[in-house]
């Protein structure tokens, strides 16, 4: 395998690289100062408005899709990169409208959707203009199984009637968020894989109703945030549902092979940022006599981190390139791997940076550790737990030795 990026992609990726210096970067305090003294913390403030501008005239938009029609003609591997840049920052990656879950709810409309509904919502949620969400998880059931799901996607005659409550619904709260994609069962008779349907949701059909935000560590995530959200008796016509009846698992599938690439690149560029915050802290504080990062374990810590951050990296980018050469169900394995091992890198180079930084570690006034640490906490869990990815990999590693 060949983990060199193409002309292009390294174009893009040292683009991205000074429009995150020069323009994101600079700005990131002074935005999250902003937003925590207003009382209402759902808007999207100016300077992200003016971001995004400048970022999609200079072409930085929509990278995460690789043909020229949609995206900029990126394979996973040229993009994969470009994600962990924009891993080191929260706002970058919709100021690139590259921002979870639009890009996989696009990624859903562009290879499955019908003219109707790409020509409803493709071009607007593709231009920014709106923001979506993902509706698949339930509150009553370990949805950690999919099939557990209670929700219900009923076809009634030209209509599909929606029922049920979600939670954890990623953007929902966001100002612009204007659609959804929900995911019900439809037929419990059917194949298992075959029960469930998904359908495109505007989310001013009546019998919606946001029951309330969820915070994580105490905190919303504003303006995205993470919602509860019922379905009452919500009737949409049934060529709102997405590629048919009884597709959602196949939809799913495929939505989620690219996407925990790009998860997983940009929670290596958070890792990169979180050692850079450990290393200044490190060199810079003396205890002892002596620099902390000659005290006690910490060389270790920064050599475990470097060495952890490093196989991520390769790991994810062997992955990207299952993807561009054999597709999904060549790559199922390393889709599963790296969404185990990185989220849990991450998770632990953070704690040690909390550590390295004190008491300054647990308050997110003056370093965003308690913020990295929250969403490498989070990422464990979404997408699917660590232990199902660990299942995946056991089953396919134990399949090679089947007679």
């Known amino acids: ?192 894989h075959r029960q469930h349907s998904m359908v495109l949701v505007p989310l001013d059909t009546p019998g919606i109703k946001v029951e309330r935000m969820l915070p994580v560590f105490g905190a919303y995530d504003e303006p995205y945030g993470h919602g509860v959200v019922s379905f009452e008796n919500v009737r949409l016509p049934r060529s709102a549902i997405i590629a048919g009846p009884g597709r959602g698992f196949e939809i799913a599938q495929g939505r989620l092979g690219p996407g925990r690439v790009h998860h997983c690149m940009r929670a290596i560029g958070a890792a990169e940022r979180t050692l850079e915050l450990l290393i200044k802290r490190a060199t810079s504080r003396e205890a002892f006599g002596r620099p902390i990062a000659k005290l006690g374990g910490s060389p270790d810590v920064i050599a475990n981190a470097r060495m952890a951050i490093e196989q991520g990296r390769l790991l994810t980018l062997k992955c990207a390139w299952a993807l561009d050469t054999k597709g999904i169900v060549g790559a199922l394995q390393e889709v599963s791997m790296i969404k185990a091992v990185i989220p849990k890198m991450l998770q632990q180079i953070v704690d040690d940076a909390i550590q390295i930084h004190g008491g300054a570690g647990v308050s997110d006034d003056d370093f965003p550790l308690t913020q990295l640490f929250a969403y490498a906490r989070v990422l464990r869990l979404a997408d699917g737990p660590d232990e199902v990815h660990r299942a995946m990999v056991a089953r396919l590693e134990l399949a090679k030795y089947r007679s």
């Open 1 to 192: 395998m060949d983990f060199t990026i193409s002309e292009k992609g390294q174009d893009y990726l040292q683009r991205v690289k000074v429009f995150m210096k020069d323009e994101i970067l600079p700005v990131e305090k002074a935005y999250y100062t902003e937003l925590a003294a207003l009382e209402n913390r759902w808007v999207v403030l100016p300077v992200i408005r003016e971001l995004k501008e400048k970022a999609r005239a200079q072409g930085l938009w929509n990278m995460f899709f690789p043909d020229e029609k949609h995206g900029c003609g990126l394979l996973n591997s040229d993009y994969a990169l470009i994600a962990e840049e924009t891993g080191r920052s929260f706002i970058a990656p919709e100021i690139f409208n590259c921002n979870a879950p639009d890009t996989g709810n696009m990624e859903v409309l562009i290879h499955y959707g019908s003219d109707a509904q790409k020509a409803a919502w493709l071009p607007r949620l593709m231009s920014g203009e709106v923001r979506s969400a993902f509706c698949m998880t339930e509150p009553d059931v370990a949805s950690s199984d999919a099939t557990n799901m209670q929700a219900t996607a009923i076809v009634e005659g030209d209509d599909v009637v929606l029922n049920g409550r979600k939670w954890w619904s990623t953007g929902i709260g966001h100002p612009d968020c204007k659609v959804a994609i929900f995911m019900g069962l439809s037929d419990p008779d059917a194949h298992k």
